[in-house]
């Protein structure tokens, strides 16, 4: 891994947990699940070997390998050197070989391991667990005991054991007891068992009757749901409990398993298809400043990805890279991409694959590239039309393993100098160094500048700025990259610890608890409670018998040990020692430190100390914690320091209540505070749960606390002496209240003009924040400079948690945008730079009207060419036009690369044109999604018609920077076929987008309906549905198990059903949360949609958990094409927000889907849902009966 030095160890597979382990000398560390490994690589081509070059040296390509894995979408590296060619050998098929074992395991195989992973973390050494680590699992397992079910069962479970401690198995037997206790209610409810076992003829019709399912399958099903090994399965049957669990496992998910292959025809022309695409595929995070990765190609085309983009740049070496533009991402290679792409391009699918090419070279660099495509991928590349004289784009089928390049072409007979207009240019959707993307502000300079830090003065932090002509932009500070200069008397960075001389840095340490009188008898208590942490678990105290000496405390296979440090005077200074003729240190840290890498040798023990015990008073030293500060005060500090700045915030007692303690932080220019509940020596944060504050502090400095602000930036006591001491009387009365947060958010169905002083007025479309439903036709919102005004709710949509926060329309950096300066009338200068301004070596000051904002500069030159350019800005007496700086730039094309274009040439849309005369096989345009969305409303029927032959392509809009997506059905719905989306970033857009290409293999091809290529059909009027049956769909949600999150503490579980798919028919229906539950919830809760385009239609499942401030996170979902589910009473397996299985996390539901054929028609009796939805939809009459109720039931 490439942030540690390598080290000589060994590796090894746990396979009860599938866990992959790494163990040296000092610690084993747990690398991955290997479920999690995506693919495994020999050799040495990674960022790891490539790190430490002379240890790489030292070892043969061909007894190296790679394994790349992830739960998101980079890839980790674990970069191994084995001892021979043939060990080598040996882990490449072994870990093959296990990785296809373990996806391919029965329920029980996989709640044993999910259960295992759990139970090894707290057994002691004899592989038992007693009552208080039971506790802690089942706590682990995100359930909260509420009644005495959970008592009765561990008094069960201990008497049968005969002793204060159980084994896995026992335990295991004990969570399953558990789960069925609480959830045989749905059996009970949905007459689904009584309480005697269900036989295989039993089984057998319910399959058949219920399951619409083939019952001769019955007797396989059942030996592979028993839970009993030893049970004589001559005649097989199934317990309750084992029934319910099968429903709830894998083998009964609502996903058709046929669709896992290719069921669709595959021989239509290429634009009748929708085609799995990504939109800037080089990139693994945000737009700016961000990492550009070979590996994010490999991952790309592992996910089906058929349509990659490239953005090729020159460089003063003469090679061609790939990176974004101007807006300081990294750069690689363009000849180890194209090598990547080569060697994956077919692994998942078949199909063509598109290269989207952004090229910003010269002439000679473009013949380059033509030369590096023709030799990297040889026959593969596609160089000539499948046949002379086509009309239609050629098929899938005719294209297979063919690589088709997307580019600007020369005019048959041009030249190679040719202006953009002429050629068909890529200016329209790149995303070089030009304007930025349809009709943003021209971007005139950009880079990574400095801002003061918010709390510490004379430190500087780095922020992404970009000057426009109207304004001055920039983000947040840029995480991991922070430069501070002097600053250790103020009390402290980022890290929130005091700074203390070397002889007291153990004083800072968790392991060390003299801070208070820790006696030998409070000392084993405390380690025995944490005994789970394992064998050497320690703390240092001081020592009761001999004065200015410290004590180390070990716990060591079930017993306590206690041993002395010595201490002693050389000169001036003390120094430290375990024994007599031992080595000797300078300070107490360095001698802990030693003995963590070191054994101590006794004789009782030989041990390597290891977990310290936490000490739940050490936030009592931290330098964001201040014990004597009230609620009052802790807004004018946070007020006077944040400005514009999120997560300045400290720890406090609370006010109100004794004992307990609040957190206070800025966030959207006001200033909040959350009460930590302090309960049996442990600290809650709303679900969250931690052993210390400093655990919750650097959790939540890690991870966002609201929104998306952390807990960056600690006020520290000098700090905040020094604001009392400017002015210790002033109190902002009008501060907002702390509490006060809405979350509810509207979007407008149509537009509204108000009557009234106290109206809001607004366009369609517009998103209304901060809604407070007052009244039942009035409510209260915020939008544009309009606080809590009225408007109907009648003309409004609530929109769902997860829905992309469009207030980010409004800013060009997006969500990552921290503010602006207005530079029409602003003064700029250059202002004296202080001597301790560390990486600051010039400073722009800008006033504009009450605003001002300080800039650092890391040298004089680069000041001056931006404050010129500043000073031009703010000079202008109206509104710069974008036509100053030429947008017809020229663009030239090599001939080479024109003539690998085949099929894609890149072309602008001219929208009469193209409406009036059709779209042509072998041309696509490029949109980015605003573009789109006009066209598409302005024009639907026209779009659909254009998509008949012609192609487009739609990109993310350009304030999109945090890389988020927009939705892809509504392009799809008018048929776009290319809609590139940022495969990086796990939001709704990507889920959505992975569950329409799960349909037809995976293989990122899928054949579009049929509607549209019904002249009469029009995407947004169901009205123009002709002949066409509704679909009633009726969900019931019974129950969930195993839903999990990343952090510690209780879930409590809220589900959302939703249909998506054409504007007509989306809905949204949400399921009552079940509080402190997310092992085992039940709700038995029913819904009722209706579906007229099922072919369009998406069915998202959606779990979220409640957090601190009311917020909803997504912690699990599933999507999935309506055409390829199951009826009856099924498992819908959960994901991640990157669509990444989560093990044995599952919904329960009944699906079932009535259809309602037009008068006129008698289908079959066996006509199902999936044959339906591919039915013509030529015929001539209307589905008038059908059509009388649309409204969403």
């Given at each position: 891994?490439?942030?540690?030095?390598?080290?000589?160890?060994?590796?090894?597979?746990?396979?009860e947990?599938?866990?992959?382990?790494?163990?040296?000398?000092?610690?084993?560390?747990?690398?991955?699940?290997?479920?999690?490994?995506?693919?495994?690589?020999?050799?040495?081509?990674?960022?790891?070997?490539?790190?430490?070059?002379?240890?790489s040296?030292?070892?043969?390509?061909?007894?190296?390998?790679i394994?790349?894995?992830t739960?998101?979408?980079k890839?980790?590296?674990?970069?191994?050197?084995?001892?021979?060619?043939?060990e080598?050998?040996?882990?490449l098929?072994?870990?093959?070989?296990?990785?296809?074992?373990?996806?391919?395991?029965?329920?029980?195989?996989?709640?044993?391991?999910?259960?295992?992973t759990?139970?090894?973390?707290?057994?002691?050494?004899?592989e038992r667990?007693?009552?208080?680590?039971?506790?802690?699992?089942?706590t682990r397992?995100?359930?909260?005991?509420?009644?005495?079910s959970?008592?009765?069962?561990?008094?069960?479970?201990?008497?049968?054991?005969?002793r204060?401690?159980?084994?896995?198995?026992?335990?295991?037997?004990?969570?399953?007891?558990?789960?069925?206790d609480?959830?045989?209610?749905?059996?009970?409810e949905?007459?689904?068992?009584?309480?005697?076992?269900?036989?295989?003829?039993?089984f057998?019709?319910?399959?058949?009757?219920?399951?619409?399912?083939d019952?001769?399958?019955a007797?396989?099903?059942?030996?592979?749901?028993?839970?009993?090994?030893v049970?004589?399965?001559?005649?097989p049957?199934?317990?309750?409990?084992?029934?319910?669990?099968?429903?709830?496992?894998?083998?009964?998910?609502?996903?058709?398993?046929k669709?896992?292959?290719?069921?669709?025809?595959?021989?239509?022309?290429?634009?009748?298809?929708f085609?799995?695409?990504?939109?800037?595929?080089?990139?693994?995070?945000?737009?700016?400043?961000?990492?550009?990765?070979?590996?994010?190609?490999i991952?790309?085309?592992?996910?089906?990805?058929?349509?990659?983009?490239?953005?090729?740049?020159?460089?003063?070496?003469?090679k061609?890279y790939?990176?974004?533009?101007?807006?300081?991402t990294t750069?690689?290679?363009?000849?180890?991409?194209?090598?990547?792409?080569r060697?994956h391009?077919?692994?998942?699918s078949?199909y063509?694959?598109?290269?989207?090419?952004?090229?910003?070279?010269?002439?000679?660099?473009?013949?380059?590239?033509a030369?590096?495509?023709?030799?990297?991928?040889?026959?593969s590349?596609?160089?000539?039309?499948i046949?002379?004289?086509?009309?239609?784009a050629?098929?899938?089928?005719a294209?297979?393993?063919?690589?088709?390049?997307?580019?600007?072409k020369?005019?048959?007979?041009?030249?190679?100098?040719?202006t953009a207009?002429a050629?068909?240019?890529?200016?329209?959707?790149?995303?070089?160094g030009?304007?930025?993307?349809?009709?943003?502000?021209?971007?005139?300079?950009?880079?990574?500048?400095?801002?003061?830090?918010?709390?510490l003065?004379?430190q500087?932090?780095?922020?992404?700025?970009?000057?426009?002509?109207?304004?001055?932009?920039?983000?947040?500070?840029?995480?991991?990259?922070?430069?501070?200069?002097?600053?250790?008397?103020d009390?402290?960075?980022?890290?929130?610890?005091?700074?203390?001389?070397?002889?007291k840095?153990h004083?800072?340490?968790?392991?060390?608890?003299?801070?208070?009188?820790?006696?030998?008898?409070?000392?084993?208590?405390l380690?025995?409670?944490?005994?789970?942490?394992?064998?050497?678990?320690f703390?240092?105290?001081?020592?009761?018998?001999?004065?200015?000496?410290?004590?180390?405390?070990l716990?060591?296979?079930?017993?306590?040990?206690?041993c002395?440090?010595?201490?002693?005077?050389?000169?001036?200074?003390?120094?430290?020692?375990?024994?007599?003729?031992?080595?000797?240190?300078?300070?107490?840290?360095?001698l802990?430190?030693?003995y963590?890498?070191?054994?101590?040798?006794?004789?009782?023990?030989?041990?390597?100390?290891?977990?310290?015990?936490?000490q739940?008073?050490?936030?009592?030293?931290?330098?964001?914690?201040?014990?004597?500060?009230?609620?009052?005060?802790?807004?004018?500090?946070?007020?006077?320091?944040?400005?514009?700045?999120d997560?300045?915030?400290?720890?406090?007692?609370?006010?109100?209540?004794?004992?307990?303690?609040?957190?206070?932080?800025?966030?959207?220019?006001?200033?909040?505070?959350c009460?930590?509940?302090?309960?049996?020596?442990?600290?809650?944060?709303?679900?969250?749960?931690?052993?210390?504050?400093?655990?919750l502090?650097?959790?939540?400095?890690?991870?966002?606390?609201?929104?998306?602000?952390?807990?960056?930036?600690?006020?520290?006591?000098?700090?905040?002496?020094?604001?009392?001491?400017?002015?210790?009387?002033?109190?902002?009365?009008?501060?907002?209240?702390?509490?006060?947060?809405?979350?509810?958010?509207?979007?407008?169905?149509q537009?509204?003009s108000?009557k009234?002083?106290?109206?809001?007025t607004?366009?369609?479309?517009?998103?209304?924040?901060?809604?407070?439903?007052?009244?039942?036709?009035?409510?209260?919102?915020?939008?544009?400079?309009?606080?809590?005004?009225?408007?109907?709710?009648?003309?409004?949509?609530?929109?769902?948690?997860d829905?992309?926060?469009?207030?980010?329309?409004?800013?060009?950096?997006?969500?990552?945008?921290?503010?602006?300066?207005?530079?029409?009338?602003?003064?700029p200068?250059?202002?004296?730079?202080?001597?301790?301004?560390?990486?600051?070596?010039?400073?722009i000051?800008?006033?504009?009207?009450?605003?001002?904002?300080?800039?650092?500069?890391?040298?004089?030159?680069?000041?001056?060419?931006?404050?010129?350019d500043?000073?031009a800005?703010?000079a202008?007496?109206?509104?710069?036009?974008?036509?100053?700086?030429?947008h017809?730039?020229?663009?030239?094309?090599?001939?080479?690369?024109?003539?690998?274009?085949?099929?894609?040439?890149?072309?602008?849309?001219?929208?009469a044109?193209m409406?009036?005369?059709?779209?042509?096989?072998?041309?696509?345009?490029?949109?980015?999604?605003?573009?789109?969305?006009?066209?598409?409303?302005?024009?639907p029927?026209k779009?659909?018609?254009?998509?008949?032959?012609?192609?487009?392509?739609?990109?993310p809009?350009?304030?999109?920077?945090?890389?988020?997506?927009?939705?892809p059905l509504?392009?799809?719905?008018?048929?776009?076929?290319?809609?590139?989306?940022?495969?990086?970033?796990?939001?709704?857009?990507?889920?959505?987008?992975?569950?329409?290409?799960?349909?037809?293999g995976?293989?990122?091809?899928?054949?579009?309906?049929?509607?549209?290529?019904?002249?009469q059909?029009?995407?947004?009027?169901?009205?123009?549905?002709?002949?066409?049956?509704v679909?009633?769909?009726?969900?019931?949600?019974?129950?969930a198990?195993?839903?999990?999150?990343?952090?510690?503490?209780?879930?409590?579980?809220?589900?959302?059903v939703e249909?998506?798919?054409c504007?007509?028919?989306?809905?949204?229906r949400?399921?009552t949360?079940?509080?402190?539950?997310?092992?085992?919830?039940?709700?038995?809760?029913?819904?009722?949609?209706?579906?007229?385009?099922?072919?369009?239609?998406?069915?998202?499942?959606?779990?979220?958990?409640?957090?601190?401030?009311?917020?909803?996170?997504?912690?699990?979902?599933?999507?999935?094409?309506?055409?390829?589910?199951?009826?009856?009473?099924?498992?819908?397996?959960?994901k991640?927000?990157?669509s990444?299985?989560?093990?044995?996390?599952s919904?329960?539901?009944h699906?079932?889907?009535?259809?309602?054929?037009?008068?006129?028609?008698?289908?079959?009796?066996t006509?199902?849902?999936?044959?339906?939805?591919?039915?013509?939809?030529?015929?001539?009459?209307?589905?008038?009966?059908?059509?009388?109720?649309?409204h969403?039931?």
């Open positions: 891994q490439s942030r540690s030095k390598p080290e000589a160890g060994t590796l090894s597979v746990k396979r947990t599938c866990r992959l382990i790494w163990k040296n000398n000092q610690s084993t560390q747990v690398i991955a699940s290997l479920l999690e490994i995506k693919y495994i690589k020999r050799g040495k081509n990674s960022k790891d070997f490539a790190k430490w070059i002379d240890e040296n030292t070892h043969d390509s061909s007894k190296c390998f394994i790349y894995y739960t998101e979408f890839l980790k590296t674990l970069s191994v050197a084995a001892l021979s060619e043939l080598c050998q040996d882990w098929e072994g870990l093959q070989s296990l990785r296809l074992e373990a996806g391919v395991a029965g329920y029980n195989m996989q709640l044993e391991r999910h259960l295992r759990e139970f090894y973390d707290v057994q002691n050494q004899y667990v007693g009552v208080r680590e039971v506790r802690q699992l089942v397992l995100h359930y909260k005991e509420r009644g005495q959970l008592k009765t069962l561990l008094t069960q479970k201990f008497e049968s054991a005969g204060e401690e159980i084994y896995f198995d026992q335990f295991c037997d004990m969570i399953k007891q558990l789960i069925w609480k959830q045989k209610l749905i059996c009970d949905n007459q689904l068992t009584e309480s005697r076992p269900i036989s295989l003829s039993q057998s019709s319910f399959l058949r009757d219920q399951q619409m399912q019952s001769t399958e007797a396989d099903i059942i030996k592979q749901a028993v839970d009993d090994m049970r004589d399965l001559a005649e049957y199934l317990q309750p409990n084992e029934f319910l669990q099968y429903l709830f496992s894998k083998a009964n998910q609502i996903w058709d398993k669709h896992d292959t290719v069921n669709q025809d595959m021989t239509r022309p290429l634009s009748h298809y085609i799995s695409s990504s939109h800037n595929t080089y990139l693994v995070g945000k737009q700016v400043g961000d990492e550009s990765s070979v590996e994010a190609y991952r790309a085309l592992y996910m089906g990805c058929r349509c990659i983009e490239l953005d090729t740049w020159p460089e003063k070496d003469g061609i790939i990176y974004h533009g101007f807006a300081l750069k690689i290679l363009l000849d180890d991409v194209l090598v990547a792409i060697d391009a077919f692994v998942t078949p063509p694959l598109i290269l989207s090419i952004e090229d910003h070279c010269t002439l000679p660099h473009q013949r380059d590239m030369r590096l495509l023709r030799e990297t991928f040889g026959t590349l596609l160089t000539e039309p046949q002379a004289g086509e009309t239609l050629p098929s899938p089928e294209l297979k393993y063919k690589i088709i390049i997307k580019h600007k020369l005019n048959d007979g041009a030249s190679e100098e040719t207009g050629a068909g240019s890529n200016s329209a959707a790149g995303s070089g030009g304007p930025v993307e349809d009709g943003n502000p021209e971007v005139i300079r950009r880079a990574l500048l400095y801002r003061r830090h918010p709390v003065q004379n500087w932090l780095k922020h992404y700025f970009m000057l426009t002509p109207t304004r001055l932009y920039y983000t947040h500070a840029c995480e991991n990259d922070e430069d501070t200069s002097a600053g250790a008397d009390g402290g960075a980022a890290g929130g610890q005091v700074n203390l001389p070397p002889e840095r004083q800072s340490e968790p392991w060390y608890h003299g801070q208070s009188t820790v006696t030998r008898t409070m000392a084993e208590e380690l025995n409670q944490h005994a789970a942490l394992g064998d050497a678990t703390l240092v105290r001081r020592s009761e018998n001999f004065v200015g000496d410290f004590t180390l405390s716990w060591f296979r079930g017993h306590s040990y206690h002395r440090i010595h201490s002693h005077q050389e000169s001036d200074r003390t120094r430290y020692y375990i024994k007599e003729n031992s080595v000797v240190f300078d300070t107490l840290y360095e802990i430190q030693h963590r890498t070191n054994p101590i040798h006794s004789q009782s023990i030989v041990a390597t100390l290891g977990a310290a015990v936490p739940p008073d050490s936030h009592m030293r931290m330098s964001w914690y201040h014990a004597d500060l009230d609620r009052r005060k802790a807004e004018l500090c946070l007020h006077r320091l944040s400005r514009d700045q997560g300045v915030f400290l720890v406090r007692p609370s006010s109100k209540h004794t004992g307990q303690f609040a957190v206070s932080f800025s966030t959207g220019h006001q200033i909040m505070h009460r930590v509940l302090r309960e049996d020596g442990l600290f809650e944060l709303g679900s969250a749960v931690f052993e210390t504050l400093g655990q502090v650097d959790y939540y400095g890690a991870n966002p606390l609201f929104r998306n602000t952390k807990l960056r930036y600690p006020v520290s006591p000098a700090v905040l002496q020094s604001v009392f001491a400017q002015d210790p009387g002033v109190y902002d009365p009008v501060a907002p209240e702390p509490h006060y947060v809405i979350n509810l958010r509207v979007k407008a169905k537009k509204y108000a009234q002083a106290d109206e809001l607004f366009p369609k479309h517009a998103i209304i924040h901060n809604v407070n439903q007052v009244f039942d036709e009035w409510w209260k919102g915020d939008y544009g400079a309009r606080r809590q005004h009225l408007f109907p709710a009648n003309y409004v949509e609530v929109l769902p948690p829905a992309a926060d469009d207030r980010a329309d409004e800013q060009l950096l997006g969500t990552l945008q921290q503010g602006s300066l207005d530079l029409l009338g602003c003064t200068k250059l202002t004296p730079t202080p001597s301790n301004s560390g990486p600051v070596q010039a400073i000051k800008l006033v504009s009207g009450l605003a001002v904002l300080e800039v650092g500069f890391s040298t004089e030159s680069e000041a001056t060419d931006w404050l010129k500043i000073k800005m703010a202008r007496d109206e509104p710069f036009s974008q036509n100053v700086r030429a017809e730039r020229r663009r030239d094309v090599a001939r080479q690369m024109s003539d690998l274009v085949i099929y894609f040439h890149s072309v602008n849309f001219n929208k044109t409406f009036s005369e059709g779209g042509v096989h072998n041309q696509v345009s490029s949109h980015n999604e605003m573009r789109i969305e006009r066209y598409m409303e302005a024009n029927q779009m659909l018609q254009y998509h008949k032959v012609g192609f487009s392509r739609v990109y809009k350009g304030t999109r920077v945090e890389s988020s997506n927009f939705m509504p392009m799809w719905c008018h048929g776009v076929q290319c809609v590139a989306l940022n495969y990086q970033t796990g939001d709704k857009g990507m889920q959505v987008n992975h569950g329409m290409f799960l349909q037809n995976g293989m990122g091809y899928v054949l579009r309906p049929d509607i549209h290529f019904d002249d059909y029009n995407p947004v009027d169901p009205l123009t549905l002709r002949n066409r049956p679909h009633d769909i009726t969900i019931k949600i019974l129950g198990r195993h839903l999990t999150r990343t952090r510690n503490g209780l879930i409590s579980p809220l589900v959302e249909l998506l798919g504007s007509y028919e989306t809905t949204t949400y399921v949360a079940s509080v402190g539950n997310g092992l085992c919830p039940v709700w038995n809760e029913t819904f009722k949609l209706r579906v007229l385009t099922p072919e369009l239609a998406m069915l998202r499942f959606v779990v979220y958990d409640e957090e601190l401030f009311g917020e909803q996170i997504l912690i699990a979902q599933a999507t999935y094409p309506m055409t390829c589910l199951r009826q009856g009473y099924r498992s819908v397996p959960l991640n927000n990157f990444e299985d989560l093990e044995v996390a919904l329960l539901v699906y079932s889907v009535k259809v309602q054929y037009p008068s006129g028609e008698h289908p079959s009796a006509r199902t849902l999936s044959s339906a939805s591919t039915a013509s939809a030529s015929d001539s009459t209307t589905a008038a009966s059908s059509l009388a109720d649309l969403i039931s």
